[in-house]
């Protein structure tokens, strides 16, 4: 499922900095007299994270695992410190054709952790198994018409050929790749981790290759790439850890390694942070006071400064980032009638679930797509929002009740509804708020809270009805994002193998909104041209937007100010808007 994460990574899902569940930046954030006592082991970077799902680039969706599979597997082209300009990274030098069809890389020299030379031949492996493995989470990114698009051919049933996908390599330091349409959005596409280079034939899930190992070990017990950092240990329910790759092609970490607590629960997160077991963390929401904070803006729109005393009595750094993402509470469509979640949405007033609930810390969603991705542009969606038909940030109770009665229920006989969300006080305490906002017009709302990687199952499963999840997007383009609203992509029935879009169940939707989002998204399949089909695309998307809201099978919530904090001994570079999942450490230093 779409970065849900991720976060699209992803988005792992964090709540808004209360910790839950894609240009080189200057002015490091240092101290010259750090206290001794501050920070966990000497020379590894202590970090906390959500439950993780897969190791395997091709397989790994979510946010969680991404930022781990960031530091050890590495791709031609990457967004630095997730910033929103792509550079090269594997990719020593790009040249695409007149066409712009064609784009071969020149690779840098670089080793992979078990001492191989990467060579083109890794690529085209790595390639085809993001379009052929069964175990691709992201194989229309490779091969949809409004993604990579690259040129390959199919059989009687639809699916790829195996070993057609147009990556040739050329000779061991030259890949070349022809798409069957351009695609201006293709360099920035290539920095998703699925894209990632893995040595060839390591796992035997495509045809040609017997494997070294079964891909369940490349999920969960081996990784090999070529980045900064190696792994050394996976336990799920506990931690995570990689060290330093000294024979790194680039910068060698100026770190031992970097180690990950898995902690869901939000005390337990901010308990091990306070101890100073953490070096870089996050605030849950309950525990945050925006009072605190003592920053300056940058050129970048970015809040970086000071935050504190914090409980342990340190004042910590700090850094506040708008985010290319959105939160949300989503239906699944059989599930639950159209009235109910019409009626849900009335009574959700976003300005007061951001300021009272999450403190501020995220901007009001009315749509999917953030204002800085929205086709047209903002302006586009301010314009937009305007129609808004649930009432723009205010609560109708009384057409809830007419809606709920509609239905047939009323407070003696309510509609009974459960929420889930993942493990999060911020979410459970939204959904304390909607269901006092329900009280006596005949829905009664139950609460639920599931680790993520179990809320991620039951989405795939269809044993959801209610449910929050978030998205964050991979690259900064309005084209990104919707492809999961497609009523047919969101069959639950075929994931997470042959559909992966969010988990709605849509398609049994028989709505005159179901039906104009899956003509709308036909339409956007109709018109991939880079150019001359965005016009088109961007309508088509609009329209899309226009039949979530009608049938209200989704309630955007926020879009997020990511905020990072950490102790004075530590010096990282400050992150983008694409998120701070997609930095790599090793650049930081720890004075201890």
């Not at 910068?251 to 070096?279: C, K, P």
């Amino acid at each position: 499922m779409a970065n849900e994460i991720d976060q699209s990574r992803r988005t792992f899902l964090k709540t808004a900095g209360a910790g839950a569940a894609v240009a080189t930046f200057a002015g490091c954030i240092t101290d010259e007299d750090p206290s001794e006592d501050e920070g966990g082991d000497e020379g590894i970077l202590n970090r906390v994270n959500s439950t993780m799902t897969s190791l395997d680039p091709i397989q790994s969706t979510d946010t969680a695992s991404g930022e781990v599979v960031n530091q050890i597997y590495e791709g031609l082209t990457y967004f630095p410190n997730g910033g929103s300009e792509v550079e090269n990274l594997l990719a020593e030098e790009v040249n695409i054709s007149d066409d712009l069809l064609t784009y071969t890389f020149t690779l840098k020299e670089a080793q992979f952790h078990d001492g191989s030379e990467l060579t083109a031949d890794d690529f085209v492996y790595a390639f085809r198994r993001l379009a052929e493995s069964e175990h691709s989470e992201r194989a229309n990114f490779i091969l949809g018409d409004i993604f990579l698009a690259i040129e390959h051919e199919t059989d009687d049933d639809g699916g790829v050929v195996p070993d057609s996908i147009a990556a040739e390599a050329v000779d061991d330091r030259t890949l070349e790749i022809t798409l069957s349409s351009a695609n201006p959005n293709a360099l920035a596409l290539l920095t998703y981790d699925s894209f990632s280079a893995i040595p060839e034939g390591i796992v035997g899930d495509i045809e040609g290759y017997d494997g070294e190992y079964e891909q369940s070990e490349l999920a969960n017990q081996v990784a090999v790439g070529t980045g900064p950092f190696e792994f050394d240990l996976w336990d799920p329910d506990a931690e995570v850890e990689v060290s330093t790759f000294e024979d790194y092609h680039g910068s060698v970490a100026n770190i031992d390694g970097v180690h990950w607590q898995i902690l869901e629960d939000d005390t337990a997160r901010f308990t091990y942070a306070m101890d100073r077991s953490a070096d870089l963390f996050e605030i849950p929401t309950p525990n945050y006071e925006s009072d605190l904070i003592d920053a300056e803006t940058d050129d970048e729109g970015r809040e970086i400064g000071e935050y504190g005393p914090i409980e342990n009595g340190d004042m910590v750094n700090y850094i506040g980032v708008p985010q290319l993402s959105t939160f949300y509470f989503a239906f699944n469509a059989p599930s639950v009638p159209l009235e109910i979640r019409q009626a849900i949405a009335y009574v959700l007033n976003r300005e007061d679930l951001i300021q009272d609930i999450f403190m501020g810390r995220g901007e009001e969603a009315v749509t999917f797509t953030p204002p800085g991705a929205f086709p047209g542009g903002p302006e586009r969606r301010d314009e937009f929002i305007e129609d808004y038909p649930y009432g723009l940030f205010e609560r109708d109770r009384e057409a809830a009740r007419d809606l709920i009665e509609e239905a047939g229920y009323d407070d003696d006989d309510p509609y009974e509804l459960t929420l889930t969300t993942y493990e999060s006080e911020v979410f459970q305490e939204a959904g304390r708020y909607l269901r006092d906002n329900l009280a006596g017009l005949g829905v009664d709302l139950q609460l639920e809270e599931t680790p993520f990687a179990t809320l991620q199952e039951q989405g795939e499963n269809g044993n959801l009805e209610f449910f929050s999840l978030g998205w964050t997007w991979s690259w900064p383009a309005a084209d990104y994002g919707m492809f999961g609203f497609e009523p047919e992509n969101t069959n639950t029935s075929l994931m997470p193998g042959d559909a992966d879009g969010y988990y709605l169940d849509w398609h049994e939707e028989d709505s005159d909104a179901s039906a104009m989002a899956q003509e709308a998204w036909e339409t956007v399949e109709a018109n991939p041209e880079p150019e001359e089909g965005q016009e088109v695309r961007n309508e088509a998307y609009i329209d899309m937007e226009q039949a979530v809201w009608d049938d209200a099978i989704m309630l955007p919530l926020y879009h997020e100010i990511q905020e990072q904090f950490h102790y004075k001994h530590v010096d990282i570079e400050p992150f983008g808007t694409m998120g701070d999942y997609l930095q790599r450490y090793n650049h930081v230093t720890l004075d201890e």
